[in-house]
T-cell receptor
Framework: GAVVSQHPSRVICKSGTSVKIECRSL??????MFWYRQFPKQSLMLMAT?????????EQGVEKDKFLINHASLTLSTLTVTSAHPEDSSFYIC???????????FGPGTRLTVL | AQSVTQLGSHVSVSEGALVLLRCNYS??????LFWYVQYPNQGLQLLLK??????LVKGINGFEAEFKKSETSFHLTKPSAHMSDAAEYFC?????????????FGQGTELSVKP
């Protein structure tokens, strides 16, 4: 089956630092990846759509300079949380859309804690 | 605009009892509907999906859902709950075939299974 990985699975950082989260499709090519944010006991909120070779499309209210997205290849998208603050602490989940059939697969998530 | 409403943020059933998780959607175009399951600190796993054709959809782990256009509903059921079914369940809607487009998620329903 199609597998999407995220790295790291858990990260703790100090306020003001930047954190990079990787999302990889391990056995398929993905022209599009999606980044979601999930607060405890809440639903997933789409942050942005990442397209290979082009700029990401951000949802309303999401700061593009705060959450930098790079989709450098058909198997890798990265989300960088710049100058992180405690309110950025959350569970970040990516999904990848398989080029072959448009099927979408989710990664296991990254737990970010900003102290 | 599309939206999803899950009635009941928490549902508790006894082991062996019927599971019914409710989902209503709003969409101006024919919807594509999905149910996902999320275990603690993990990503999402697709249970089942409705795109076109048969309105009763069977998924993994004994779950099924019925698309009722007249009621704008896509409720999830399982005849007999198992302890391992305890998790968070999300209903989602998209307007693109399969899961190629953006997914709009409901608020989620936490299912507890009592021995």
């Amino acid at each position: 089956g199609a597998v999407v990985s995220q790295h790291p699975s858990r990260v703790i950082c100090k306020s003001g630092t930047s954190v990079k989260i990787e999302c990889r499709s391990l056995d398929f090519q993905a022209t599009t990846m999606f980044w979601y944010r999930q607060f405890p006991k809440q639903s997933l909120m789409l942050m942005a759509t990442s397209n290979e070779g082009s700029k990401a499309t951000y949802e309303q209210g999401v700061e593009k300079d705060k959450f930098l997205i790079n989709h450098a290849s058909l198997t890798l998208s990265t989300l960088t949380v710049t100058s992180a603050h405690p309110e950025d602490s959350s569970f970040y989940i990516c999904s990848a859309r398989r080029l072959l059939d448009n099927e979408q697969f989710f990664g296991p998530g990254t737990r970010l804690t900003v102290l | 605009a599309q939206s999803v409403t899950q009635l009941g943020s928490h549902v508790s059933v006894s082991e062996g009892a019927l599971v019914l998780l409710r989902c209503n959607y709003s969409s101006s175009v024919p919807p594509y509907l999905f149910w996902y399951v999320q275990y603690p600190n993990q990503g999402l796993q697709l249970l089942l999906k409705y795109t076109t054709g048969a309105t009763l959809v069977k998924g993994i782990n004994g779950f099924e859902a019925e698309f009722k256009k007249s009621e704008t509903s896509f409720h999830l059921t399982k005849p007999s709950a198992h302890m391992s079914d305890a998790a968070e369940y999300f209903c989602a809607v998209s307007h693109v075939y399969n899961q190629g487009g953006k997914l709009i998620f409901g608020q989620g329903t936490e299912l507890s299974v009592k021995p």
